[in-house]
């Protein structure tokens, strides 16, 4: 699954938006927390974490079918830093039941796109 985080830097301009799958790196310095967003705007999950293990945190959020997005802020004010977002067209793999211990063993799914993710 793909990801990309943008700050409130890279909201503002194009130029500033990092690679896909990376944190940037005025977000890995904070302590954080981050709202899991449904596609209605309601918060159904609320997470803290440090800026170095932000990745780890998006791609387990990003993993629940319900999350539109992520909304990341500052833990020591609650101000707003970015968001996260799943991109389109990220691909997991889904295991067979049975073969929970053999990792060689799964089928490709794609993902479904996201609608109002923003």
């Known amino acids: 699954m793909y990801f990309r985080v943008l700050d409130t830097a890279a909201e503002r301009c194009v130029w500033s938006v990092p690679p896909i799958d990376t944190v940037p790196w005025k977000l890995r310095t904070r302590e954080l927390v981050v709202r899991s967003i449904d596609s209605d705007g309601a918060v159904f999950k609320v997470a803290t974490t440090e800026g170095p293990r932000l990745e780890d945190l998006v791609r387990q959020l990003l993993v629940d079918q319900r999350a539109a997005r992520l909304d990341i802020h500052l833990a020591m004010d609650d101000?707003?830093?970015?968001?996260?977002?799943?991109?389109?067209?990220?691909?997991?793999?889904?295991?067979?039941?049975?073969?929970?211990?053999?990792?060689?063993?799964?089928?490709?799914q794609e993902e479904p796109e996201l609608i109002g993710a923003g």
Do not use: F, K
């Open 79 to 108: 101000s707003y830093a970015g968001h996260a977002v799943r991109l389109p067209g990220s691909i997991e793999v889904v295991r067979s039941s049975g073969t929970e211990n053999d990792p060689s063993v799964g089928e490709m």
